[in-house]
């Protein structure tokens, strides 16, 4: 267990403190510069595993403040901006991205400030990023830093940061103070959910993965699909839980394990559908809170009591140690994924 995947795992929610202690410290000037900013849009982007950031950090964001907010690959910002940014509001764009140096997300931040498109912030863990240069908006959290080529801890730090923002922003103190009751409770989720996560990595009956989540939570979904091609090479694909019924369905088999993303108001509709998919033949995990009324399928409870807002970052030490687990099953090495460097620079 002495890889560094599984330590960067399993120190999350010691580093949920540090990064609740260093947003909240700098509340004031957060809140003195989105206010000077004042955006009618906000624009989450990154790539990989800091776009599936975005795409959860976009919805809660919008959900706590009512400002207009959505997530965009970093890519399309300087490809495609005119489908992106529309130049007749006042827009911020916030790029997440563990190294700082990734490539898009450099140059989306360069794009917005040169052609004076969006106001630019970085979140990141490295101190010395090109993106903390580029932007006098940047918040850095260094005891993030990871030594995995997987990112497991920037994913639930990042998008805890930009919850916190959201906090801030929006002056919602029971947000935030539900947001600080996470390093406690990730602490027992996280004892929880290996052994659990081991069983269900460790049945060998299902090789294919299906990660289903709605809205906020399809950024949840997608960073456990990642996880697990990462590490294993195995086919995993993610979708909200409703579209996958649109025929994407027609794809499960006795092989299928299907990992489920419960939020509070949609139980009904997903206990139909772990209904449809047992008699497909899949596996199911549903991974939620209340989870008592699911039968005839695996539940992992995250017991947490809090909002479907709040308790977003809890959903991934199952399904990192889902990935991490099934890697070790195979005889691979979870630092190491095929074909892949801790960040991307692209040579033009
Ligand atoms: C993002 C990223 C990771 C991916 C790989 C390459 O990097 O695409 O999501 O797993 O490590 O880099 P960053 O911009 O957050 O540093």
């Not at 099934?326 to 040579?347: A, E, F, S, Y």
Request: proline share 4%.
């Amino acid at each position: 267990m002495q890889t560094n995947t599984y330590q960067e795992i399993k120190r999350q929610p010691v580093t949920w403190q540090k990064t609740i202690e260093t947003v909240l410290d700098k509340r004031a000037a957060i809140d003195q510069k989105f206010k000077g900013m004042c955006p009618e849009e906000v624009i989450f982007t990154g790539c990989g595993t800091s776009y599936y950031i975005s795409i959860t950090a976009a919805h809660h964001f919008q959900e706590m403040t009512g400002i207009t907010a959505k997530a965009v690959p970093a890519s399309e910002i300087f490809l495609t901006p005119d489908a992106v940014i529309n130049k007749n509001k006042k827009s911020v764009l916030i790029g997440s991205s563990r190294s700082g140096n990734t490539t898009e997300v450099v140059q989306a931040l360069e794009f917005v400030q040169k052609h004076q498109l969006a106001d630019g912030v970085a979140i990141t863990s490295n101190p010395k990023s090109k993106v903390a240069d580029i932007t006098a908006n940047t918040i850095v959290l260094p005891h993030v830093q990871e030594k995995s080529v997987v990112m497991t801890s920037t994913f639930t730090n990042l998008l805890l940061a930009s919850q916190l923002i959201a906090g801030i922003v929006s002056e919602n103190d029971p947000y935030i103070a539900e947001l600080k009751q996470l390093p406690a409770i990730g602490e027992q989720v996280m004892t929880r959910a290996a052994s659990s996560a081991k069983a269900t990595a460790e049945d060998t009956q299902y090789d294919q993965f299906i990660f289903l989540g709605l809205g906020a939570y399809l950024g949840l979904a997608s960073e456990g699909m990642l996880k697990m091609k990462e590490m294993t090479q195995l086919y995993a694909e993610v979708f909200n839980p409703l579209e996958f019924r649109h025929g994407p369905i027609s794809v499960v088999t006795e092989k299928t394990r299907v990992l489920l993303m419960s939020r509070s108001p949609m139980q009904g509709l997903e206990r139909d559908l772990v209904t449809d998919l047992r008699q497909y033949g899949a596996g199911v995990t549903v991974i939620g809170d209340q989870l008592e009324t699911f039968n005839d399928c695996e539940t992992f409870d995250l017991q947490s009591e809090l909002s479907d807002q709040s308790r977003a970052v809890l959903y991934l030490p199952f399904l990192q140690l889902l990935a991490y687990y099934r890697t070790i099953h195979m005889g691979l090495n979870p630092d190491k994924p095929r074909n892949l460097d801790q960040v991307v620079v692209l040579k033009n």
